[in-house]
């Protein structure tokens, strides 16, 4: 399967906001977005959005993975921005609504349809710089994605970064476009300096996340990773991956901790990324300090790869949706 993002269904769901309400949301053909040059967006960043997956099972019908959950975390991330608020039943209805219509799209397990919902505001008005964007477009578009993990994804190399931050205490909990390009600096630089994968962000020695991605440290019986605030994004994969761990018997320690002690950790804790895209994916190694230092011996753990495993089986109906998880479409 090509590259993940580069290929998309030819039909969106879009919906307007103008005059002081939302307009009825269509379902209209992929393409160009008529923007005008002082969009709002394009000069203020007031722009959010979403990333969630849909799944065909053997019965032909599409599972969305917690539809729900995701739509709040958009509105919550509007309202952070002073952006139109979607309404969660319509923003439901145009996740729906497209998902149907482009069921016959969504490849075989286990690759799925990525959903990615954006709101963008459109007001052409470059002199408002403090004022919010009265005039929004919300579209969801998708994109079939094959599975990271196909031919085995090889364990990720991070470098911890105890100084710069990813994001800011006021920002770090919105999915907005302005912490990605402000990510993308630092972890370039890391790339081309030590060849790792990601960044850690770790600012003042706090352990948060990485560009796209929360950060797990897993041993047999416990789980450990940092409690929600607003320096970091609330994956929903990271809180899915919380309650299956206790359900199976693991302790959940959300806590903070600093540089030193994940240091101390890694020669017993596996550690792992969560995120939609890459589900959980293991760290190898980490790199601090210009020195490389294996996490274990290197190799991807049991425990996360268990973890993992309860994730997708819920994904694909290999095991009970207990927690009420997926909405069913078609
Ligand atoms: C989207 C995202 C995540 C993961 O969120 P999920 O809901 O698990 O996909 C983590 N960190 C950042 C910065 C993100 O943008």
Excluded at 125 to 144: C, K, W, Y
Aim: charged content about 20%.
């Amino acid at each position: 399967m090509s590259q993940f993002g580069t290929v998309f269904c030819d039909a969106i769901a879009v919906a307007h906001y103008r005059d002081g309400a939302w307009q009825e949301p269509a379902i209209e053909a992929l393409a160009p977005l008529q923007l005008h040059p002082a969009a709002h967006v394009l000069h203020y960043s007031s722009t959010c959005f979403e990333g969630f997956k849909a799944y065909r099972w053997a019965d032909g019908k599409a599972r969305i993975f917690r539809l729900d959950d995701h739509v709040a975390r958009m509105q919550k991330s509007a309202a952070s921005l002073v952006l139109p608020i979607p309404d969660a039943q319509m923003l439901r209805g145009m996740v729906l609504d497209i998902v149907a219509h482009n069921i016959d799209e969504i490849p075989a397990p286990p690759s799925s349809l990525y959903l990615r919902p954006t709101l963008i505001g459109t007001l052409p008005n470059i002199g408002a710089a403090a004022a919010p964007s009265t005039e929004a477009t919300l579209f969801v578009l998708t994109s079939p994605v094959g599975d990271y993990f196909t031919g085995g994804a090889r364990p990720l190399k991070l470098l911890v970064e105890d100084e710069k931050a990813r994001s800011t205490e006021q920002l770090g909990s919105t999915k907005t476009g302005g912490n990605y390009a402000g990510a993308l600096g630092p972890t370039l630089a890391a790339k081309a300096e030590y060849g790792v994968d990601q960044v850690l962000f770790c600012p003042n020695g706090d352990v948060q996340e990485t560009g796209a991605a929360n950060f797990l440290l897993i041993s047999d019986d416990e789980i450990i990773t940092k409690p929600l605030d607003t320096s970091f994004l609330h994956g929903i994969t990271r809180a899915s991956i919380l309650t299956l761990a206790a359900d199976l018997g693991y302790t959940v320690s959300e806590r903070n901790f600093t540089v030193d002690e994940l240091l101390q950790s890694v020669g017993q804790y596996e550690a792992a990324l969560s995120g939609t895209a890459a589900s959980l994916a293991p760290v190898g190694s980490l790199v601090y300090k210009g020195k490389e230092l294996a996490v274990r011996d290197g190799q991807p753990g049991p425990n996360a790869a268990r973890l993992r495993e309860a994730l997708h089986s819920i994904h694909y109906g290999d095991a009970p949706d207990t927690h009420g998880w997926l909405t069913e479409v078609g």
